[in-house]
């Protein structure tokens, strides 16, 4: 499995920025998608956004769609999620990820993505 190190991650207040990056350990196939993930302690981790790593092709969850923009660097073999217009509900910790699924799919998590990345803590104060 592809190895995934996120970044990133911090402490900023209500209305502010972040931008978190994945960076995997080696090329990855036009068939790839890459997507982040977020989880808070005692739930479900839930899905964010993804990006076909070929095409570019971009899928959101609806509450972050307009303040979070998914991208990927192919040649740095990395991926970002710039976060903005953040909210305390943002708080969580956020894992990349990915496999050989459609944006769309990705995001149901079924069959179970294969290659995950440590996390990295996000947190909103108000």
């Known amino acids: 499995q592809v190895q995934l190190v996120e970044s990133g991650g911090g402490l900023v207040q209500a209305g502010g920025s972040l931008r978190l990056s994945c960076a995997a350990s080696e090329g990855l196939s036009s068939s790839y998608t890459m997507a982040w993930f977020r989880q808070a302690p005692g739930k479900e981790r839930e899905f964010v956004a993804s990006?076909?790593?070929?095409?570019?092709?971009?899928y959101y969850e609806d509450s972050v769609k307009g303040r979070f923009t998914i991208s990927r660097d192919r040649a740095k073999n990395t991926m970002y999620l710039q976060m903005s217009s953040l909210k305390p509900g943002d708080t969580d910790v956020y894992y990349c990820?990915?496999?050989?699924?459609?944006?769309?799919?990705?995001?149901?998590?079924?069959?179970?993505?294969?290659?995950w990345g440590q996390g990295t803590q996000v947190t909103v104060s108000s």
């Open positions: 990006i076909n790593w070929n095409i570019g092709d971009t």
């Open positions: 990820a990915g496999d050989f699924y459609t944006p769309f799919g990705i995001a149901t998590m079924t069959p179970p993505v294969g290659s």
